[in-house]
């Protein structure tokens, strides 16, 4: 064998191999490129192909120094092309063509042996331009990286607080000050401020490699100026994107996001990713449409097709959908899971469009479905955070019924639909609002989930910011060149009396008061709270719902926003550290509304502008919430909430604080800083058995000895 290679004019051995160069049949797992005793082992599925070649290059040449077409049945076990290399150095790229002869005529594959395709299982990958266009290929990496003995937190399921956030955008613009703005070290320099808010878990919008195609039928003027900015369109499940390492030569992209969580796990922080194994970027089959990987290796096996015409079944709303819950790519799905959780240290996973894992191959909707199940109970994942979008682009709603529940948190959209809904004054709302307080058992309870499987929030990535939610009620979305008609036109947000920009003083004031309710009512209801990175500084997008393509100053945090918003940036830091303070804030059960042998009084009551008689009615936009504190799972102070959603002021009659202890009020939204939240141990006490709730705004009380 090696005779033969070096025989062949397109291969130049001697200058990335030893003499003792050899090529051995190899093995079928473990899939991808794996060193051993005997070289490195190279193995990739495809059943559908009759030949496979390996394609060997020097980092960054545009020509490869060896392509190497392997023979059945020496190279091929089942369904699985393998072979070892031995003599080859540390540093290469590499990629696979396929090809099935007699070309076929069954419309499902689509084999060009022309095209290099990426290994689904490359740990890094490079682009390299070539005749004109970039060529993504593995890369060989080679990492002993020092963990430093430094573990994992494991913060407790009801303590987390999650943080929404971007790499590159979080310290991209020039006001983060930091030395390597938009990367993996960047985020290293932020972790003081991180601590200092007192989140306790980030969790990265996607940071595998990602193709940076907009979506093609935007503006062609705009096309070259907008990139996929979110990273919501992968090529690579297990590749740390490139781009946003400081330093992406050789693949050392994975030792920089190694750094990355050790640093933040040294800081007592979690790394959740936002993962995306519903769609992929090589689109539905266009000709516009790019090839990368899975569409040439072996595209029946990884998409759903429609038998009859080969076209891509589409829940995503992205051209195509994966095939998840096919054995090869269901396994594809799981070693990228154990790979992150165990390589790569992360705490957990956001999953996108989770609905999709639930469909079968032809699209229908499973009971059962294998890979939920599998991920929910396969033990490399035990300790790790699961958290479904539990909906699809094509109409599954699955929140309160995601499979395999005990697992499983969700994204709680009725959470942020009627928190929403309620701060704006719609009517009816008031007996929504009260079940969103408590932890929405009613979406939970019945499947044996707990208060905290709730994962809260007002704004995320996708649609309005805060600040945007109280100052738009219309999208604008221009700038994304698809005429405005991107990004959902339902925001259930009120401008306060002015659409967008103003200098209207009353209408700030209100802005202002309702950012902070929404903050409020996110941070005391029960379950697992999310803040949207920069919601705390008052960042904007100008009234974009739908960034996903800006890599410029409408999506990057503009830090200068801190000073300018000194006290939403104080409030929402002692908001969060009221909760982290108060376990009657964080409960492990739901509530049942009733006494116990611990206490007789109630562990949560509902109150109106009445204490014990609440108005559920249709027209009521006013609520109190009075919870006991020695129901909390550690004893603690009694928290009574107060919120008026109305144009009017209304004077809420209190009820008593357990025996002993008088109320001090923590939060009034309706006074300006510094008065609308008080310093722990500062709180000035409630000298009346009533409050005043002024119109649109909320007051919170605890109970002092």
Known sequence: MPSRL??????????????????????????????????????????????????????????????????????????????????????????????????????RHRYDPSQVLLDPYARAINSVPVDGRSQKRGVHVWSDFDWQLVRPPRVPAPD???????????TRHPSSGAAHPGTYRGLIETIPYLKE????????????????AVNPDIEPA????????????????????????????????????????????RAGLEVILDVVFN??????????????????????????????????????????????????????????????????????????????????????????????????DDPVLADLTLI?????AAGLYQVGTFPAWGRWCEWNGPFRDDVRRFVRGDLGMVPALASRLAGSSDIYQASGRKPYHSINFVTCHDGFTLHDLVSFEHKRNEPNGEQNRDGTGDNLSWNCGAEGPTDDPQVLALRRQQVRNLLTLLFVSQGTPMLLAGDELGRTQRGNN??????????????????????????????????????????????????????????????????????????????????????????????YLAVNASKDELRFELPPPAPGTYWVRVIDTARPGPDDIAEPGQEPPVPARTIHVAPHSAVVLRSRL
Not at 160 to 170: A, N, P, T
Not at 369 to 376: K, V, W
Request: proline share 7%; net charge negative; aromatic share 12%.
């Open 546 to 639: 739908n960034a996903y393509c800006h890599d410029n100053d409408l999506s990057w945090i503009d830090w200068r926003l801190k000073d300018e918003n000194a006290d939403l940036h104080r409030f929402t830091r002692l908001l969060i550290a009221f909760r982290r303070a108060h376990p009657v804030l964080r409960r492990t059960e739901f509530f049942t509304g009733q006494g116990t042998t611990r206490s007789p009084r109630p562990d949560v009551s509902w109150h109106g502008v009445k204490a014990n008689a609440p108005d559920f009615s249709h027209h009521s936009r006013a609520l109190a919430m009075h919870l006991a504190g020695e129901h909390a799972p550690t004893p603690d102070d009694d928290v």
């Open 197 to 212: 808010l007192g989140i306790t878990t980030v969790e990265l919008l996607p940071v595998y490699e990602k193709d940076d």
């Open 388 to 392: 479904a979008e539990a909906w699809d």
């Open 160 to 170: 987390k607080i999650v943080y929404e956030m971007h790499v590159r955008g979080f």
């Open 279 to 376: 769609h992929t970027a090589e689109g539905g089959g266009l000709p516009r449409d790019r090839t990368f990987s899975f569409r040439g290796i072996d595209n029946s096996i990884y998409y759903m097709l429609d038998p009859k015409t080969g076209k891509y079944r589409d829940y995503t709303g992205c051209g195509n959908t994966l095939n998840c819950n096919h054995p090869v790519v269901r396994e594809l799905v799981l070693d990228a899971l154990r790979y992150w959780g165990s390589n790569m240290g992360v705490d957990g996973f956001r999953f996108d469009l989770a609905a999709v894992l639930s469909r079968g191959r032809d699209g229908n909707v499973l009971a059962d479905p294998p890979l939920i199940e599998t991920i929910a």
């Open 222 to 265: 705009l096309r070259d100026t907008l990139t996929n900015f979110w990273g919501y369109n992968p090529i690579g499940f297990f590749a740390p994107h490139a781009a946003y390492a400081a330093d992406d030569r050789h693949g050392r992209q994975v030792e920089e996001f190694k750094l990355l969580v050790r640093e933040l796990h």
């Open 6 to 107: 070096a025989s062949d004019p397109r291969v130049r051995l001697s200058l990335y191999t030893k003499p003792d160069f050899a090529v051995r049949p190899g093995k079928p797992l473990p899939l991808g490129l794996t060193p051993s005793r005997h070289g490195h082992n190279f193995a990739i599925v495809s059943r559908h192909a009759t030949a496979a070649t390996l394609v060997l290059y020097a980092i960054g040449d545009p020509d490869p120094f060896l392509e190497l077409p392997l023979e059945p049945p020496h190279f091929r076990t089942g369904d699985v092309w393998h072979v070892c290399l031995s003599g080859l150095e540390n540093g290469f790229e590499y990629g696979w063509r396929f090809d099935r002869r007699p070309a076929p005529r069954d419309h």
